[in-house]
């Protein structure tokens, strides 16, 4: 890592401090090999095919979770945006990653935000294990999430678009249904606390009066993450208008291609604003002592 040093001056001296500074990353998944399974559609990594307990996969130093039945990430190179079904969950909708690269990855599994037959108790983001259950990614120490793009899974737009045998065509037959996909992300600090705020995109709105402006993504879009600063791991949920007796039925998948960051250490300029200030203070307290004398 890149250290940052600085001059500040403290009653007549100068003090050199040095600090390290995270370098930005951008976590783009191409440098990830070794998938385990052969598809019909490319190679990919299947999450669900590993241990139930299993740590995931690391890419530039943060990692992801993945799990048997349950919720996690897969990175992909698939190219298929057109076949639908669950034999091509590991595709996203593009085609290819961001700017037509190799890897991405496919995040599957979310947590309902309503009780339901199958989970008579709803997600609740204060609770750090609903947080940790759904696809996490942990990040770097000293690091902060500043964006990441995001774009559908083929499986999940074309059951939007189209309607499958679980869920239904969003929009409904005359397309003026209320419909969407919701992506909400959240995180959890280094004191193992929830923050108070989380961000939101959606992956397909039809709330709309004009029917026209009805949208499902299907290009790589990017996600503001930086109302997410403090965050040691994020956390991704889905939630959609179309459920049933036992919850969701839109297909829960979405992809994620280049989460940049931003390190977590000040800027320079506001290191040195803090000497400046440290300064000021102590020359005003022995100002003080000088006149009460």
């Known amino acids: 890592m890149p250290s940052l040093r ?19 990353v951008t976590v783009d998944f191409d440098e990830m090999s070794g998938y385990t399974n052969t598809g019909p559609n490319g190679s990919y990594f299947d999450g669900y095919g590993q241990a139930a307990n299993s740590a995931g996969f690391t890419s530039q130093g943060f990692q992801f979770n993945t799990g048997q039945y349950g919720p996690g990430w897969s990175y992909s190179n698939v190219n298929d945006p057109t076949t639908p079904g669950f034999t091509n969950q590991f595709a996203a909708v593009t085609g290819s990653g961001f700017g037509g690269s190799g890897n991405y ?13 199958f989970n008579p108790v709803p997600f609740n983001p204060a609770d ?13 120490v000293g690091m902060n999430a500043a964006s990441v793009l995001v774009t559908n899974a083929t499986y999940a737009a074309l059951s939007m678009q189209n309607g499958d045998s679980f869920a239904k065509k969003f929009g409904g037959p005359g397309g003026d249904d209320p419909d969407y996909l919701l992506l909400s992300v959240f995180g959890i600090d280094d004191s193992n606390q929830s923050l108070n705020t989380s961000v939101e995109f959606y992956l ?10 009805d949208y499902i993504v299907d290009q790589w879009t990017t996600l503001d993450l930086s109302p ?33 960051t931003a390190s977590a250490v000040p800027e320079p300029s506001s290191l040195a604003l803090l000497g400046i200030t440290t300064l000021g203070a102590v020359h005003f307290q022995r100002r003080r002592k000088r006149n009460a004398r």
């Open 228 to 260: 997410l600063a403090g965050a040691s791991s994020l956390h991704f949920n889905l939630s959609s208008s179309d459920v049933g007796a036992f919850g969701m039925n839109t297909p829960g998948y979405f992809a994620i291609d280049n989460l940049t």
């Open 128 to 140: 750090v294990n609903d947080l940790r259950y759904l696809p996490s990614i942990t990040l770097p």
């Open 6 to 24: 600085i001059l500040i001056p403290f009653l007549g001296h100068v003090w050199l401090a040095t600090c390290i500074v995270p370098a930005a």
């Open 105 to 117: 990855a496919v995040a599957s599994g979310y947590l309902d935000v309503a009780p339901n037959a």
């Open 204 to 213: 397909a709105d039809f709330r709309f009066d004009d029917n026209s402006l």
